[in-house]
Structures are given as C-alpha cells and as structure tokens.
C-alpha cells in the first residue's frame, strides 16, 4: 500500500500565531487609547511597529517549545549534565546496606568470589549495630591457601571500606569443602562423551547447592522493561547487576531424592541406580554447617551407556578428572544518554533590521547626505525600538541560560555571554590568571540579559559613549572611532553595561527566587526542603542569611550524589590517613603565630591540604565568590575513607568551618591588642599571659580541628570500648573446660587473633606456674582465664588438622559497665565556641541526627573544655593512628584503648 504524506492543520499555541497575537495587541490598543488611536490599518506606523513585535514574539514562542533536551544542549552537541543531573547509578544506588547488599558487592569487587555467606552476629550493645561472620566461596581453580589467604584479605579490606556506623566485619574465610563420594549405577547414552556428561552432573549439583551468583546487564534488563528502581537498589555494579533471586542461598541438607532428580535432569543421563551417599551417618542425606560447603565425589559411580544404534552396552569407571565449567558474566553498564540539537537561543537579531527602510532604524537607513533633522528622528524612533529590543534580548537570554537557572552551582553573573566574550580574545595564561571584571559578577543571578551592541547604529544611543575618544598617536576619524567604539564594548565598566545590571538585577527577588528554586531542586532529590531549611538557620558563610541559605544548599546538592550513595558509611579505619599531632606547644611570638592563623581560611582535603591565603578573600568588591567555595568544599571519594559520611554532611550543612574561622580572628584580635609577647613573662609574673597562654591553646586546638577532623571529632564506639564478642577456645568442643582471652580484646584486636587462629598451622593450651597460656604457632602467646559461660551456640572452627586439636568460636563475651548507656556514634566539639555551646545549635544538630542517623544507631555529643581536649586529642591521635597503622600490637592498641576510654568517661555528655 502506498504511503501518503500529509500535514495535519492544528492551531498554533499564541505564542507562534501572529494573527492572534496582533489581534490581542489591537484590542489592547483600543482599550488603552480609546478615540485617540482610530488608525489601526497596516498603513499607520504605530500598527507596523506591532506587526515587528509579534513576529518577534512568534520567534522567542518558538523558541519556548524547543525539547528540554535541545535547550540543555551545548555547542558541542553534548548534552550538560555536570551539576545538572546525576544519572540512575550516581543518585539511586547507595553503598551496601543489606547483607544482599554486602553479598553483591563482594562477588562484583572481588573476581575469584562466587557467592557469600554473610550472617550477623547479634549484639546486646546499643553502640554495635551489627557484626558480621563472612564465609566465602571461592572458584575452584584457586588451590594454594597462600592465594585464598589474599582473597580473604582482600574481601576484609573491600567490606571495611563500605562498612556502615556500627557495624564490623570478622576476617573472611573460606568455606570449608566437605566431600562426600556418590555411590550407585549410572547409565547413559553413548551420543555424549562420558567426562562432558560427567562435569554438567557435577556443575549442576554444585549449583544446586549453592549456585554462583548471576551478573546481567543492566542495558539489557532496562529493554526487557525491569524497572529503573530495582535495578539501581543497592550498590553499583561494575560488572553487571545481581538480582536477589540470582543470588541463591547455601543449602546445607542435601537428600538422594535431590540429586537423583538432578542427574536425570542431564541431558545424556538415561537412568541412575542404587544411589547412596558413602560416608555420611545416613546413607540417604547429609547436612553440613554453615561454614562448610558440600560437595560430591562422582569417580565411584558405576556408569554404563548405551549404544542407541547397536543396542550394546558396555561399562567403565570414571576414573576421568572433571573440567571447571566458569562463564564470563562482564557487562557493559553505559549510560543510554538523551540526545539534543543545539540552538543558539542566546543570538538575537533585532527587530530594527526587519522594518522598511523609510523608518530609517536599519543598518544603511541613514547615509552620508541625511539631515540632522533626518538623523534626530531615527534615533528618536531607534531609542522606542531599543526599549522593546532589550527587553526581548533579554527574554532570549533567559531562556538560554534555564542550564544555569536550575543548575546545583550558583552563577557569578548576570550575563554569561559577555563572560564568554571577555575571555574569547585572551591568551591561554590571561585565561588562568586573569579575573573577570567585578561589574559584571553578582551574587547567585536568576534574571538575566545581555547587551544590544549589535543593534545598527546603536552607538549614539548609549551614555557616555564617546569617554574613549581620545588618542596620542594620528588617526582618520573612521579608524579613532571605529577604535573608540571598540574599547567602549569591552570595557566592562561602560555605563550602559551598569545601567543595565543596576535595572535588571533586584538582589532580594534574586536570592527569594533563588531559594526556591534551589528548594525545588532539593525536592527533586529526594530531600526535605523544609528540613534542609530547619538545620541550615543560623549557618554563616557571608553574615546575610538568605546568602549563607543559598550556598549550604547549593554545596549540599553538588555532593549530594556522593553524601547519597555513602549515607551510613563509617570511616575505614584500615585505610584512613594518618592525623597530624596537634602543636601544644608554644610559639617563640605571637607575631608569628598571627602571621601562620591568618594565612589559614580554610582547608581542602585531597591528596595533600591545600592552604587559601586570606588575601585571596571570599569578597570581590561585595560580590561573594561562591566558585572559591564550591572549590574549597568539594568531597571527594577519598574523604569517605578518612572520614564518616556524616561528619561530612555535618560540614557543609552546619557550616562547621566558619565559627572556626571567626573565633580564631576575634582570638588573635584581643591578643594582638594585649602586647604580650609570652617569651618575655612567666606565669608567675603575670596573670594575663596565663589567660594568653589559654587562648594560645585554643588557637591551636581550633587549628587542629580545621585541618585534620573537618570541624568536629566522631568516635564509632564499636572501634573503641572493649569488644562485647570474645573468641573462646577449647581442646574438646564437647566436655571443655572452655578458656577466653585474659584481657578484653578490641574490636581490631579480636580480627588479629581470629586470623592468627584461622590460619595457624599449630595451636597449644599448656597449664603451668605463670597459668594457662594459648601459643600459637609457636610463637604468638596469650594468656588465658578458664570461663564458665554457657557456650552451646558458637559455631566451632578447628585450628588446624595436623598436630593440634583445639578449637575456638564466637561467644557474647562481658561487656563495658556502662555498656547500656554507651551510644552508637559519639560527636565531640569545642565548648568555648559561642557558636557551638548553644541551645539553639544543639536543636539544629539534632534535628539533623534524627533525620539523618538510621533508628538504630544511637548519638551523644559534647562540648569539651579546653582542658579535656589537652588530654583527649594526643589519646585521640594515638588511638586512631594505632588503628590503622598498628592493629596488630596487641598491648600497644589495649593501652590505648584504655587511655581513651578513661577520658571519654570523664568527658560529660549533654
């Protein structure tokens, strides 16, 4: 049948219908001038200046109604997604929550990982939200334990960098392989070779029991119409999604019933006889715990197979070793993008170029021989016109800059092309180095516009037009002002350009509008504007309050997408930076100490701090450099593994800095105006250089807190009181007696001695006159108390099979005093910051925890003197650098446990 092409005749939306636009502005006249307009026909000018109008109007309709996707098009036909959008993988996943979650992940980060047992550990403890016993099951072309040593490593190191507040990971191992042999007759067909039938019978039973886990492609799943949220729910997926039901579970009962049914569901199989379980209690099923896995020896089968052409049978044994059956499962996750058209909105064309020549308001409407009368009227009439030309160029620009409207970071001007034009003739070094000219910036823009110098013969129309008619070398008077009228256009502080801004641009409708829209954007999001507002009153960054609201939120929706996806990390205390000691003591003079506080603004964490000099202020002739701070607070991967995602977000939202910032300059205001150079008193001698020495420490401290803990100090108390999950060992799991560890262990040392026992090659217990001492391998002693706690259900796992017969386990172990009482996460700050100590701040942040923190992990926070910070941040120091650097010293990490724990108590809680 033959296509036939045709246009459906639609009525245009008024904004691309001249006709009805004409007749709205006729009407309008009629009312407006009643009898004193009665011409109203094509022939009269003021009718003709409409006609110009409406087709302008026409073109910026059409405009209007381009796609979305055009409009957020560059030049370069990419489309802007930079502070615009976060695509699915960047908003909707989020780093493991659920034990799925952890499974997922680990089978995608670590390659030689199949699946994984992940089972929590349930604690009495209010501050340990969970722990975690990880079995993995590793592929079996991995044999050395040296090799599964590392995979148990590396999974440890994975899961530490993704662990949540509260929550702490044993050291992984391996499943432990029980094998039993299948005993029986198998008869199959001589079509398929025996070992090929063999490895899918031995492939499909080992996926019964606990299959791989399956990665599929999310491009793939979206076309087979999975829904988008489902699959992004969890963490991103490098090498493909994992789906809940792909995950499988570990099955630990195994009947002959099941792996008959198994193996007739073989392709080949043709009938299996007499088949028993050799080895097992029950010949007719076998159970395993949750640390083994079962698998099944095939080579003591009996098999026969039938020719199916000759009816002869014939019998072998399969003494054949079977081929690892392993699929490649990577996939590629790119993003299936919108495309768009560029349009260039932002170029207007005016409207005096479309009128007949006889207005004389064209570009060759007046020439050489006109009169001054002639000329007199054309700019009359051009000066009308450019009225209705800057408000339609303006309308333009508007539209062109809806990216910028709505975009997470604020603007800086009002007029970004004439920010394009002021850099397009510069050199690559005036582009680094030189600033935009102040008139043209201001603070966080929602109307915008853009100036009409390419209007024909604008020039006489502007203020002050001739301020650069001047010149000391000889020049034709086309050429000086051809000149002139040049460097009146680049000068960006032309009074038109002033004027323009001063009449478009109202800073209290700008910030109103720019609240809003920002609060859109935050609902957008997923987040409470109405929270958001809540914590943020009362957080400075300039002093204006709608200003410092702008900014918080402006920074909060740049990093929303990482403070997303990390929301209830911890930090990862096997990979965090190392903090700097804090300087107690003094400086040899408080000039140069006034020299070193000054210079520091504000600190940028990255691979090496970054220090803003305060002569490169935050002010630019009153204009706020918001760009300066989108810089200076920019997070980054890196910080979440020095720090907590709510330390974080604690940061920005409660502009933690600023009060920092403030204390110390009124600090080192009063100290300058006191004259005291300490090295010239003693205490003794005067009391007002004990109360600078004071104050001298607290500049230090304050220093310490900006630099090396982003304003507040967060303790995971999981990491620090004693570990309420002791190992417990044994020579005999059945009759005991049952020892534990002498000391309480910490968390980092319960991991230490949990895989010194899960890989150790010999394993003691000897009774002698210094008491009962555990060695292991010989070497590595501890000593140990005999325990009388009820130990029925810890899973028990032998040390070694040669040379050894101990045993040792799990088990809820005495916990802390005070342990009902101890918080999950425990906030600390400087009490001698007018700032923090306040009600209404502590209001703030709580509203923050609360919305913030999941329900069970619990909070304290509290203001400390200047006195306990002297003695809790070198324990903070050495706890926290112990931790990381030094988990495996026993004695070491208790003693400075200890050291912490003590202050912490004597530290009063709010």
């Not at 072309?141 to 440890?156: D, G, L, N, Q, Y």
């Not at 899961?159 to 499943?175: Q, S, V």
């Not at 003739?425 to 516009?449: A, C, G, I, R």
């Not at 009388?788 to 040669?802: G, K, L, R, S, Y």
Request: some cysteine; proline content about 4%; overall charge negative.
């Amino acid at each position: 049948m033959k296509e036939i092409n045709y246009i459906i005749d639609l009525p245009l939306p008024i904004t691309q219908d001249f006709k009805s636009l004409k007749k709205e502005g006729l009407a309008h006249i009629q009312k407006v001038s009643g009898n004193e307009w009665t011409n109203l026909n094509p022939s009269d000018p003021g009718v003709t200046i409409l006609d110009q109008l409406c087709y302008a109007l026409t073109e910026l309709g059409y405009c209007n109604d381009f796609p979305i996707s055009d409009i957020l098009t560059n030049s370069d036909d990419k489309l802007i997604l930079k502070d615009q959008f976060y695509l699915p993988k960047e908003i909707l996943t989020t780093s493991p929550i659920t034990c799925n979650d952890y499974i997922k992940y680990i089978v995608d980060e670590v390659n030689e990982v199949e699946n994984v047992v992940l089972l929590p550990i349930q604690s009495n403890l209010s501050y340990i939200k969970g722990v975690y016993i990880v079995y993995l099951s590793i592929v079996s072309t991995v044999k050395k334990p040296i090799e599964i040593t590392t995979i148990c490593r590396t999974t440890f190191y994975r899961l530490n960098k993704r662990r949540n507040m509260g929550e702490l990971f044993m050291m992984p191992l391996p499943l432990e392989k029980i094998t039993y042999t299948l005993n029986g007759k198998l008869q199959i067909s001589n079509e398929v070779e025996v070992s090929k039938t063999l490895s899918l019978i031995e492939n499909k039973i080992n996926t019964y029991i606990f299959p791989k886990a399956i990665q599929e492609e999310d491009d793939q799943l979206l076309l087979d119409g999975e829904d988008t949220d489902t699959i992004y729910n969890g963490p991103e997926m490098r090498h493909g999604w994992i789906s809940d039901a792909n995950l499988g579970q570990k099955k630990d009962t195994i009947t002959t019933r099941n792996l008959i049914n198994i193996i007739l569901s073989i392709e080949g199989v043709i009938n299996i006889q007499e088949l028993q379980i050799s080895g097992a209690k029950n010949s007719d099923f076998v159970t395993s715990t949750t640390s083994q896995l079962l698998s099944f020896d095939l080579n003591k089968l009996e098999i026969t197979y039938t020719n199916l052409k000759n009816d002869n049978s014939t019998t072998k044994t399969n003494a054949l070793s079977l081929p690892d059956l392993s699929f490649d499962t990577a996939s590629n996750n790119e993003e299936k993008l919108p495309k768009g058209k560029y349009r260039d909105i932002n170029s207007y064309y005016s409207i005096q170029n479309t009128f007949p020549e006889i207005y004389a308001v064209g570009e060759n409407a007046i020439n050489s021989n006109a009169s001054d009368f002639q000329i007199a009227q054309s700019r009359q009439l051009k000066g009308y016109l450019t009225l209705f030309d800057q408000i339609l160029a303006n309308q333009f620009s508007q539209l062109a800059n809806v990216p910028q409207l709505f975009s997470f970071k604020n603007g800086i001007t009002g007029t970004p092309s004439e920010l394009k034009n002021f850099y397009t003739s510069k050199t690559s070094d005036e582009k680094e180095h030189l600033k935009y000219p102040v008139p043209y910036l201001s603070f966080s823009p929602t109307y915008f516009y853009q100036p009409l110098y390419t209007i024909p013969n604008i020039k006489p129309l502007l203020k002050n037009n001739d301020v650069f008619n001047f010149s000391l070398e000889t020049r034709t008077k086309n050429v000086a002002e051809e000149m002139s009228w040049k460097k009146f256009k680049d000068d960006p502080y032309n009074s038109y350009i002033r004027g323009l801004q001063d009449l478009v641009e109202d800073e209290t409708i700008n910030l109103t509008r720019r609240n809003e829209m920002l609060d859109h954007l935050l609902a957008r999001h997923g987040e409470s504007p109405l929270l958001i507002n809540t914590v943020i009153e009362g957080s400075i960054y300039t002093g204006n309050s709608d200003k410092d609201k702008i900014i918080i939120k402006s920074l909060y929706l740049q990093n929303l997408g990482l403070l997303s996806y990390y929301r209830f990390k911890g930090y990862n205390y096997l990979g965090a930076k190392k903090i700097e000691k804090i300087e107690l003591e003094l400086p040899l003079n408080l000039e140069q100490l006034l020299i070193d506080v000054s210079s520091v603004r504000f600190y940028l964490e990255s691979e090496k701090d970054i220090i803003i000099p305060k002569n490169e202020k935050f002010e630019n002739d009153f204009i706020f450099n918001t760009n300066k701070v989108d810089q200076i607070e920019k997070i980054r991967k890196q910080d979440f593994i020095n720090y907590a995602a709510l330390e974080l977000q604690l940061n920005i939202l409660l502009s933690l800095k600023t009060p920092y910032i403030n204390y110390l300059e009124n600090t080192l205001n009063n100290l300058e105006e006191k004259k005291c150079i300490l090295c010239e008193h003693t205490q003794s001698q005067s009391e007002k250089c004990q109360d600078c020495k004071n104050q001298l420490e607290q500049i230090q401290q304050c220093l310490w807190f900006l630099k090396e803990r982003r304003g507040l100090v967060c303790i995971e108390n999981c990491l620090l009181y004693p570990f309420d999950n002791s190992i417990v060992i044994t020579q005999s799991t059945k009759n005991g007696p049952y020892y534990k560890i002498k000391n309480f262990l910490s968390y980092t040392e319960t991991i230490v001695l949990n895989t010194l026992l899960a890989n150790a090659t010999s394993c003691t217990i000897d009774t002698n006159s210094n008491g009962i001492e555990l060695t292991i391998n010989g070497t590595t002693t501890y000593e140990l108390i005999e325990t009388t706690q009820t130990v029925e259900n810890i899973n028990w796992e032998q040390v070694a099979t040669i040379g050894s017969n101990c045993f040792f386990g799990i088990s809820s172990e005495n916990s802390p005093e005070n342990a009902e009482t101890i918080e999950t996460i425990t906030l600390l700050f400087p009490d001698y910051i007018p700032y923090f100590n306040t009600d209404y701040f502590k209001n703030r942040l709580d509203t923050l925890l609360e919305n913030t923190l999941p329900i069970e992990v619990s909070y304290s926070y509290r203001f400390v003197s200047q006195e306990n910070l002297n003695r809790f941040i070198p324990a903070f120091i050495d706890w926290h650098n112990n931790l990381v650097f030094n988990n495996s010293t026993y004695k070491k990490t208790t003693e400075v446990v200890s050291v912490l724990s003590n202050i912490m108590n004597k530290i009063p809680k709010e």
